[in-house]
C-alpha cells in the first residue's frame, strides 16, 4: 500500500480484481486519488484509509480488470462507420443491397452512400458484389461506395465510377487493381490504392463533425472496457493528420477521455525529420508512436503476397501469389530511414512471403545496430511459414494480432489457402517462442468487442458455432494469456509499461468490471458463448467512472 497521507477519492471494494502485476496478482480492492492508483490490496486495508468525501463503491464480487487497449483499431473510421449503413452483420448480398435502398429512400439524391464489413463468405459466396448489384438499390443519382471487410477491396456503383471517371480506359494506380468483365469494362469492384479513385471524390467532414464522431466512439469503446487504443494509420490516406489534429482538439477542450498511442503514415517521414518528432512525444493521454507501412494486401481480397499461389476457385486466379503495396526495395529504404529518425517500424503484413520480406528488412536493421526504444512491430502476421515464425522473438519484434480475425477468417482460409491455414494466426507457437504478443480488432474491419477477441483466442471458433471441434485447436491460449495482449502487453508494444496495463501502485488509474467471472468460466470448461457474452458493467478512466450500467 502506499504511504501517501492525502485520503482517495474513489474506492473499489469487494472485488476480484485481476491486476496483471505478477507481484499481486490478485487483491479486492484499489484507493484511487488524482487520477492514479494510490493502494492496493484487501478490502479492510484499502476501506481504514477512507476519508469523509472518499466515494466507496461496493462492487459485489465482481471481475475487475485493468482497462483494456486495442493495439491496433482505425479510430477514425471506426467512428465514422457508426453512422454509415450498417452491413457487416448481413448474412446475405440482397440484404446488404436491401439495408442500402433504405438508406437511399430516406437520403436526398446526390448524397454519397457509403458503409464497410460486407464479406462474401459469410455469405456462402466467392464472387464479390458488383456496381450492377448496388445500382439495383441506388438507381443513378446516389454515388455509392462499400468496402469489403477487411477494407482492401470495395466496389462503387455506376454514379460513383463516373464520377471518378473510371472507365474501360483507366489503368491500374500502382499498388491498385480495377477489376474488369471480359469486355474490359470496370465491374465496379476495387482493390487496395485502387479504392481512393473513388473515394477521394467523396466530400471530407468538417472538424466540428469529425470531433462529434470522434466522441461518439470514446463513449462507445467505454462500453467495451477500452480505455486505450493504437490509433493506425491507412497507406497513402490523409486521415492521419486529421486525426491527430482532433485529438489535440479534444485534449485542450478535456474531451479526450481515451489514451490514445498514435501512429504515423509512411508517407510523412519527411513531415517527421523536418519537425524533428520522437517517437514518445506527447503525454500519457495522447502521444506518437510508430511509423505505419504497408507491404502487401489481405487475403481475402486475395491480394495477400504468398509464397505459393491462392488455391485457384474454379480455375480462376490459378497462378496469383499476391501483390506487394510497396516494393520491397521501397520498404527496406524506409525502415532504414524511419529507424535512422529514432522512430520504431510498425508493418502491415498478411502473407508468408510478405512476412518474410519483413523479418528479412528487420534483420538488416538489427545487424546494422538500428535498434529502437519501442520495439518494432508486425501487424496481423497472419500467414507465416514455419521457418520464419521464431524470428520474431529473436529479432524482439513484436506481434501485433487480432484474435478475432480467426473467426472471421477461418472458412476463407480453408477456401483460399487449404492445408496452409495451420500457419495462420500462431499465437501458441508465438508465445512459446517468447515473442511479445498483443491484441486488437482492426476495427472497423472487424468488431472492436474485446470480449469476442478473447473468446476466438481462447476457443478458436464462432461463436454460433459452439461447442463445436476449435479450428487448428493447438493455437489456442490461455485467458490469462489473452488479458495480457489486452492490457500489459499492449502496454510495452506502445512503451506505456510504467504508466498502463496493470492495476499497480503509481500507474494511472484505468480499470473495469465485468458482469461474470471469465476465470471461473474457464475453470468449468465452458463452451458456449459465455465469455464473447461478457459485459462492462462500469469503465474508469483516469480515475473518472466514465460509463456504468445502471
Known sequence: MSILSSYPDLILHNAKIYTVDAARPWVSAVAIRKHRIMAVGEDAAILELAGPDTERV????????????????????????????????????????ERIAQRVADSPPGTWITGQGWNESRWGETRFPTAADLDASTGPDYPAIFWRSDMHGAVANSAALKLAGIDASTPNPPGGLIERDADGQPTGVLKELAIGLVADHIPPLDDATRDALLAQGMAALHRLGITAIHDQRMKDHDEGPLSLAAYQRLRRARKLKLRINANIAAHHLDDIQGLGLHTGFGDDYLRLGHVKFFSDGSMGSRTAALLSPFEALDGDDADNTGIFITPPVELATGFRRTAELGFPVSVHAIGDRANRVVLDIFEELADAGLQPIIPHRIEHVQIVDPADLPRLARLGLTASVQ?????????????????????????????????????????????????????????????????????????????????????????????????????TVGKRADLIVLDRNLFALEAAGVTGDEIAGAQVVMTVFDGEIVWQDK
Open 58 to 97: 461496493d462492487l459485489g464480487g465482481r471481475l475487475a480488470l485493468p482497462g483494456l487497449c486495442d493495439a491496433h483499431i482505425h479510430f477514425l473510421y471506426w467512428s465514422m462507420s457508426l453512422q454509415q449503413v450498417p452491413v457487416s452483420d448481413c448474412t446475405s448480398k440482397a440484404q446488404m443491397l
Open 403 to 503: 484474435p478475432i480475425h480467426v473467426t472471421d477468417d477461418m472458412d476463407t482460409a480453408d477456401l483460399y489457402l487449404g492445408e496452409r491455414g495451420a500457419h495462420m494466426y500462431n499465437f501458441r507457437t508465438l508465445l512459446d517462442q517468447g515473442t511479445l504478443l498483443v491484441f486488437g480488432s482492426d476495427a472497423p474491419v472487424a468488431d472492436p468487442n474485446p470480449f469476442l477477441g478473447l473468446h476466438a483466442a481462447v476457443c478458436r471458433q464462432r461463436v454460433e458455432r459452439m461447442p463445436a471441434a476449435p479450428w487448428y485447436g493447438d493455437e489456442r491460449i490461455s485467458l490469462r494469456e489473452a488479458i495480457h495482449a489486452y492490457t500489459l502487453g499492449a502496454a510495452q508494444a506502445g512503451g506505456w509499461e510504467r504508466v498502463i496495463g496493470s492495476v
